[in-house]
């Protein structure tokens, strides 16, 4: 059974940091791909990173590009989202995935697995 468990999340003042984490089981994070997405109310699912598996690239949506870095430990078989000068904008609930394989890595249909999300929350 997958199982991807997001944690955490919280509140945090704008221009402020916050370092999510996926833990996975039933997956290894070494072979899959591992996204991070976000969804604010009233809108739709937003891609933020991806990293691939078998030391593959990373990727990165363009709004975030230099903001957020994803990362993956290999050893612990969890996913890292460094998140550093927020922006009330950024509130939204993120979500962790998993994907045999990437494509694009930026479509959630791409991704076989979702974890339940956790909540970030900037204060402006």
């Known amino acids: 059974q997958v199982q991807l468990v997001e944690s955490g999340g919280g509140l945090v003042q704008a221009g402020g940091s916050l370092r999510l984490s996926c833990a996975a089981s039933?997956?290894?994070?070494?072979?899959?791909?591992m996204g991070w997405f976000r969804q604010a109310p009233g809108k739709d699912r937003e891609f933020v990173a991806a990293?691939?598996?078998?030391?593959?690239?990373?990727y990165s949506a363009d709004s975030m590009k230099g903001r957020f870095t994803v990362s993956k430990d290999n050893a612990k078989n969890t996913v890292s989202l460094q998140m550093n000068s927020l922006k009330p904008e950024d509130t939204a609930v993120y979500y962790c995935?998993?994907?045999?394989?990437?494509?694009?890595?930026?479509?959630?249909?791409?991704?076989?697995?979702w974890g339940q999300g956790t909540q970030v929350t900037v204060l402006s």
């Open positions: 995935a998993a994907a045999l394989r990437l494509r694009t890595a930026r479509l959630s249909n791409e991704y076989n697995y």
């Open positions: 039933g997956v290894s994070v070494s072979f899959y791909g």
């Open positions: 990293i691939s598996g078998l030391g593959g690239p990373t």
